[in-house]
Nanobody, 123 residues
Framework: QVQLVESGGGLVQAGGSLRLSCIVS????????MGWFRQAPGKEREFVAA????????NYADSVKGRFTISRDNARNTIYLQMNSLKPEDTASYYC????????????????WGQGTQVTVSS
């Protein structure tokens, strides 16, 4: 059983920064590609960023490129999402996801999900 727990959300003013973390339980973290997704009220869940098993490959949604950075620490079973220059439209619940075979933007491809952490950006 794989469990994912996000943290680091909160309230921040536009232009500010937050760093989200996602800790993955179990001893097989290195086998998982990881992704971040978000969902705002009344909207569909959308892709934010993803990172490969080793961390050598990353990809981002166009809306966050240049502002957000995904990274992973395999020794700590943790991935991060550094979010800079936050905008009110970044307000959403943010979820991390894991999958052994897939590292792209399609949410239905990921097998494991966390419960989410709320990010609110005030204008």
């Amino acid at each position: 059983q794989v469990q994912l727990v996000e943290s680091g959300g909160g309230l921040v003013q536009a232009g500010g920064s937050l760093r989200l973390s996602c800790i993955v339980s179990g001893r097989t973290f290195r086998r998982y590609n990881m992704g971040w997704f978000r969902q705002a009220p009344g909207k569909e869940r959308e892709f934010v960023a993803a990172i490969s098993l080793s961390g050598s490959s990353t990809n981002y949604a166009d809306s966050v490129k240049g502002r957000f950075t995904i990274s992973r620490d395999n020794a700590r079973n943790t991935i991060y999402l550094q979010m800079n220059s936050l905008k009110p439209e970044d307000t959403a619940s943010y979820y991390c996801a894991a999958d052994t075979d897939y590292s792209g933007s399609r949410d239905y491809e990921y097998d494991y999900w966390g419960q989410g952490t709320q990010v609110t950006v005030s204008s």
